[in-house]
Every structure is written in structure tokens, then in C-alpha cells.
């Protein structure tokens, strides 16, 4: 049973869950994502590794970080970073301890290092305020890099992800309040046999891609990943609310989040999710895209490469 259905009505979490930034799949399942092609590409050239995070480079032209989300892959984002290297340098991350990149740091703190290896990155590297675009923890992580660190950023995308994972508990719910319901998916991380997880994954990739490939690279993805990592990656991430540093924010936002009729969220119910939540932020656009579940890249492919293409033009 899905943990968010133990707190809230059935039909209401599976279209939040389908929408979310950082969906808790059935039976604990993990967000990750990518396409079964991905698999083969070659030997990524990392020019950046500190334990938290390692980064790819390819092509050349203005700088634009692309950051994967819960238990993903830097492999999510290959169709777009071969697309952009004709114009652009991409900077590939991987976080550490997911999709097979190794973990060192037990159960400690996730999301607050990783922001301070971003802003690490930009400035060792001589980066001349990128353009971020970070996919659910991704998109947190854009967004608290852009907080913490405006000088650093010059624009963010956010792709399906929300200021405060724990808003789709209801809007009543606070950092405090979502303590227990984080302690109990950090365990659905840590604690099943290795089939049970594996089973899990299969049966929520359902929920979060229309794309058949997608949904086979989630699972192999999300069983390379380290347990520990993922435990303190859910539980960090759903205690976390960026929503109040929104107001003072000087960095343009984009948010851009899917709808789906047929099993996703439904566009009203979306809508008022993604505007209720990132209400106050300014220099926001505000961008739905329909017919896609949770990995908007890879079920509607052209829909969002035209998006990233506006949002790297401004």
C-alpha cells in the first residue's frame, strides 16, 4: 500500500502521487528514471567527483546544469544533453549513492551538502551563472542552490517538483507534522529483501511514466542504488520547505509539471497543486504539460524539449 493512502483519500494521492515532485511509489518504490537506450551510451568523461556528487561535460556554448532526481540517473537527461551540445556545455550531475554511484555517508543529512556541492561546482569550475534545470529532488535542488546561492544561477527550470514534497499531504501539513510520515518512507527505502524492492519498483514505475522503456530503466535504476542513500534522501527531502524563501527569490523560475487524463493527475487538480504551492515567487511561468506522468521528458519528448528551448532563449 502506497504510505501516503495510510494519511489521505485513494483517488486524491494516486493523481498526486502520478503528479508529484518526488512520488513515493507502491510498496516503497523509488523515483528514477531514464530510457532503456541509455544503458549503452559510453564511459561518461566525470571531470568533477567530491563524494556527493560527479559531473559529465559534453558539447560547448552557455553553461546548463541538469540535476536527476530521487534515485535517478544523469542517464534521464541524455536525449535532452545530446540535443543541447550542439549549442550549449552540459553539465550532467549524479548524485551521489543513486543509480550505482557510490555512498559514503550513512544516514546523515542529504539534501543541504549536495546544495553546497553544487555551489562547490559552479565556482571551481568558472561557470558564468548557468541555466538549471533539475527534474523532482533535482528541481528542490535547483531551487535551494538558487536560493542559496543567487550569484551562482542565472535562471532555474523546475520539472515537476514542488517547493515542500510534503504539500501533497494536504496544505495543512508543516515540517513538523511530516516527521512521521518520513521516518515511514525513509524504512520503506531501507527495510525490504531485495525482491520485495525489486517488486515494489516494478509496480510503481506504473504510476510514474507512460513510456514502457522509461518504466524498465526505473527499476534496474532504482535497485543499483545505495538503501541508506535513498532512506536519507526520502526522509531529508519530505522535511525540507524551500516555499519560505519563495518571496525573496531574484532568480527567474520556471515550473513546469504534467497532467495526464488517462491515469495521471488531472489537469484542474494539477493546476491548483502547482499554483497554490508556488504562490508568491517572483518571476515565476507557470508551464502544464499534458498527456505525461511524473517524467515529463520522456512521455512527451518534443513537448518538453520546445520548453527548454524558451526557457534557454530568455
Known amino acids: 500500500m502506497m504510505i501516503m493512502r495510510r494519511f489521505a483519500g485513494r483517488a486524491t494521492l494516486r ?12 510498496g516503497g518504490a523509488a523515483l528514477i528514471a531514464g530510457r532503456a537506450e541509455a ?36 542517464e534521464v537527461w541524455r536525449p535532452l544533453a545530446q540535443r543541447l551540445a550542439a549549442t550549449h556545455r552540459v553539465h550532467l550531475v549524479q548524485l551521489a549513492g543513486f543509480a550505482g554511484e557510490p555512498w559514503t555517508h550513512g544516514d546523515g543529512r542529504f539534501v543541504a551538502p549536495v546544495i553546497e556541492a553544487l555551489a562547490a561546482y559552479v565556482e571551481t569550475q568558472e561557470l558564468e551563472r548557468p541555466a ?19 550569484d551562482l544561477v542565472g535562471r532555474i527550470m523546475s520539472v515537476d517538483s514542488l517547493p515542500f514534497f510534503s504539500a501533497l499531504f494536504g496544505p495543512q501539513v508543516t515540517v513538523e507534522s511530516a516527521r512521521p510520515f518520513a521516518a515511514q518512507a525513509a524504512a520503506s527505502m531501507t527495510d525490504p529483501d531485495d525482491a520485495t524492492f525489486r517488486a515494489g519498483q516494478t509496480q510503481g514505475a506504473n504510476g510514474l511514466a507512460r513510456d514502457p ?44 509539471y504534467a497532467a495526464d487524463a488517462d491515469g495521471g493527475a488531472p489537469a484542474a487538480m494539477a493546476d491548483a497543486m502547482w499554483t497554490r504551492e508556488w504562490a508568491g515567487t517572483p518571476n515565476l511561468t507557470l508551464h502544464r504539460v499534458d498527456g505525461a506522468r511524473h517524467f515529463i521528458m520522456a512521455d512527451q519528448p518534443e513537448a518538453f524539449f520546445a520548453l527548454v528551448d524558451r526557457f534557454l532563449a530568455e
Open 213 to 256: 522503456a522509461m518504466r524498465l530503466a526505473m527499476v534496474e535504476w532504482s535497485v543499483a542504488s545505495d538503501r541508506r542513500a535513498l532512506g536519507a534522501a526520502i526522509s531529508d527531502v519530505m522535511t525540507t520547505d524551500a516555499r519560505p524563501g519563495l518571496a525573496a527569490m531574484t532568480v527567474p523560475v520556471w515550473a513546469v
Open 15 to 26: 493523481a498526486l502521487f502520478a503528479a508529484s515532485a518526488l512520488a513515493l511509489a507502491v
Open 132 to 150: 538549471v534545470i533539475g527534474h523532482s529532488m533535482g528541481g528542490l535542488s535547483a531551487l535551494l542552490l538558487a536560493q542559496a546561492r543567487p
Open 39 to 74: 544503458q549503452t551510451v559510453a564511459a561518461p568523461d566525470v571531470v568533477f567527483r567530491d563524494g556527493r556528487i560527479s559531473v559529465e561535460v559534453i558539447g560547448q556554448g552557455p553553461d546548463v546544469i541538469l540535476i536527476p532526481g530521487f534515485a535517478s540517473s544523469r
